[in-house]
């Protein structure tokens, strides 16, 4: 598998069981940012490090009311995501190196189920989250890069696991 689409199974299985409305993801793409906004009726997609590619994702989504493009480079995503009151049904990081572990964190306060990719890279100092009580954890390892999931719903992260390993 292409090893930047690893994360596209776990993306999948998560929309079947949550069947999320509000994202907000970070790190934009072509994979989950089309699959996000295929099938949710608001995705919040952060761009953090490349700003012509922003202008790229801009111009895609053009006119989609459903689809809100960000420019936040490196941690100003996380002191935008920090300071927002606004609870989102997913949250995905994929983005910028030093912000992911402060991103999934907030995630965990903004949202119930929080998606990372690349978890099983040290430079992106995902292992050992002070994961908060009643919140489990997934990693998928099908595929390398790895993608992990943390869930405050233990039967919807059974769920998820269930459909990645059926
Ligand atoms: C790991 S990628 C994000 C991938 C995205 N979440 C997805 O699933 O398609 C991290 C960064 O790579 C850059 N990037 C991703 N796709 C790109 C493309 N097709 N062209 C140029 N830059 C890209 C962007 O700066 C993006 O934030």
Not at 92 to 98: A, C, S, W
Not at 109 to 122: L, P, R
Not at 128 to 152: D, F, I, K, M, Q
Request: charged letters at 20%.
């Amino acid at each position: 598998m292409n090893a930047y689409a690893t994360h596209v199974p776990v993306l999948e299985a998560v929309l079947e069981v949550v069947k999320p409305s509000s994202v907000v993801e970070f790190g934009s793409g072509t994979y989950s940012t089309e699959i996000f906004a295929k099938q949710c009726a608001r995705l919040v997609t952060v761009e953090q490090q490349e700003k012509v590619w922003f202008d790229t994702v801009c111009k895609r989504y053009a006119g989609i009311e459903t689809v809100e493009p960000l420019w936040l480079p490196g941690m100003a995503a996380v002191e935008w995501f920090a300071s927002n009151d606004e609870i989102f049904d997913v949250v995905f990081v994929d983005g910028e190196t030093i912000s992911r572990r402060p991103l999934v964190l907030e995630g965990m306060k903004k949202s119930g189920i929080v998606i990372a990719h690349d978890t099983e890279h040290g430079v992106y100092n995902l292992s050992n989250l002070p994961v908060l009580a009643g919140w489990g954890e997934y990693v998928y390892r099908a595929h390398s890069p790895w993608t992990t999931v943390w869930s405050a719903s233990s039967e919807v992260l059974a769920a998820v696991v269930g459909k990645l390993e059926e």
